[in-house]
């Protein structure tokens, strides 16, 4: 019998790049990618019995096109986000439905496109469709959709993501700066510290180097050129959608619903509303609202609000 890459690598994906030469190799069964953060799901995966640490399964990331499995999930859509807007909730509501993968910001995916940017800088990009074969895989067997929650800082490699699904529709989720910044002060993201994602990254301008000094203000610089890159991308594609945070993420899954052409029944609203009501990273904990003081703007602020506010004028013309 002639064993053919899908049936070898059934359920297994690549999850972690190794000196832009190696991908290391997990096999996740038919666990579902319900976790808010595909890392969680990786931290869980370890525990199946092929994932012994008596063992390693590794390749070299050039083989990745040829073991590429057919006949696996294509994106419905991609959501792009500029961070504590929803996002996570988002994706959680996507995934209420047993037959929809939802992956939310995959590390393997973010290693792959800012591997230019990092070592030998080796552009491994190209690689991207092939290892989202192995992500979309139908591994229960009734699967119907797949979505995509990126990194927030994947809004400057979107002409990348474009490129590979020029049809599908893309989420350009965001939300006031002030909200952002404040829910960044309890714990700091990755894009939200300098250098922990590469300078070159952020392709609109400098950002400032007085971290130390002032953190929100580094954030409202990171906000700026996110704003600016939403709007441009809106201004230059038809399947690219503006939706803000304060629209209610019940409302927002909805919307993802009818641009991805999906059956929504009442049943799906109303286990939207059931799942709102719960923190999206603690799901066992409710929800607790951010209040910043809206009647003080900081200086740092006020280019970013005036972003904020010209993306508000493109989403609900006045």
Not at 119 to 136: E, N, V
Not at 142 to 147: A, D, K, P, Q
Not at 201 to 206: E, K, M, S
């Given at each position: 019998?002639h ?59 050039d ?27 988002l ?7 047993k037959?929809?993968?939802v ?34 895989q ?48 309890k ?21 400032p ?41 019940a ?17 799906d609203?109303?286990a ?14 409710n ?31 006045q």
């Amino acid at each position: 019998m002639h064993i053919t890459p899908d049936i070898a690598l059934s359920s297994w994906l690549p999850y972690k790049l190794r000196e832009q030469e190696t991908a290391h190799w997990m096999y996740t069964g038919t666990e579902p990618y319900t976790e808010p953060f595909f890392d969680e799901t990786i931290h869980k995966c370890r525990s199946l019995p092929e994932n012994s640490k008596l063992k390693r399964s590794v390749s070299s990331c050039d083989i990745l096109p040829e073991w590429s499995l057919p006949n696996t999930l294509q994106p419905s859509a991609i959501i792009f986000h500029v961070s504590r807007c929803g996002s996570t909730l988002l994706s959680q509501l996507l995934g209420i439905d047993k037959r929809h993968v939802v992956l939310s910001e995959v590390p393997f995916f973010d290693e792959l496109l800012r591997a230019k940017y990092a070592g030998t800088g080796k552009d491994l990009s190209a690689l991207l469709p092939h290892a989202i074969s192995f992500y979309g895989q139908k591994r229960v067997g009734n699967e119907t959709r797949l979505f995509i929650k990126s990194d927030s800082w994947h809004l400057f490699f979107y002409e990348q993501w474009r490129a590979l699904y020029p049809g599908i529709p893309f989420i350009l989720l965001y939300r006031r700066p002030d909200e952002v910044i404040f829910s960044q002060e309890k714990k700091r993201g990755m894009h939200a510290v300098p250098g922990v994602i590469e300078k070159e990254v952020f392709t609109l301008g400098n950002l400032p180097e007085d971290f130390h000094l002032n953190p929100n203000g580094y954030m409202a610089a990171v906000l700026e050129q996110y704003y600016t890159k939403m709007k441009q991308i809106h201004l230059s594609d038809s399947n690219a959608y503006l939706i803000n945070y304060n629209e209610g993420l019940a409302t927002v899954a909805e919307k993802v619903y009818t641009l991805t052409h999906t059956s929504l029944q009442q049943a799906d609203r109303q286990a939207f509303q059931e799942r709102c009501v719960y923190d999206a990273k603690e799901p066992e904990k409710n929800f607790q609202g951010l209040a910043p003081d809206e009647s003080k703007i900081a200086p740092y602020m006020e280019k970013a609000f005036q972003l904020y506010q010209a993306l508000e004028l493109l989403r609900v013309p006045q």
